[in-house]
């Protein structure tokens, strides 16, 4: 059940990511990271891949961000 609300979670934020709604993205973004790190810390997933989770969203996140702004 935790993973798959992890799942749900990280797919609102993708769906979320649109140069319109940076807003609402970094909002749901906290929302993933939060969730993704509660999901490694009860073992339903490992750190690492937690870890790398968070970076390929934040990643995400910034390339789009950084490219609405220039």
């Given at each position: ?17 649109q ?52």
């Amino acid at each position: 059940a935790r993973r798959t609300r992890m799942k749900n979670v990280v797919k609102e934020f993708e769906t979320a990511l649109q140069p319109g709604s940076m807003d609402l993205a970094g909002e749901r973004l906290r929302a993933a990271i939060s969730m993704i790190d509660q999901t490694a810390q009860k073992g339903v997933i490992h750190k690492n891949k937690a870890a790398r989770k968070i970076s390929r969203l934040v990643r995400r996140f910034n390339k789009i961000a950084g490219s609405q702004e220039g």
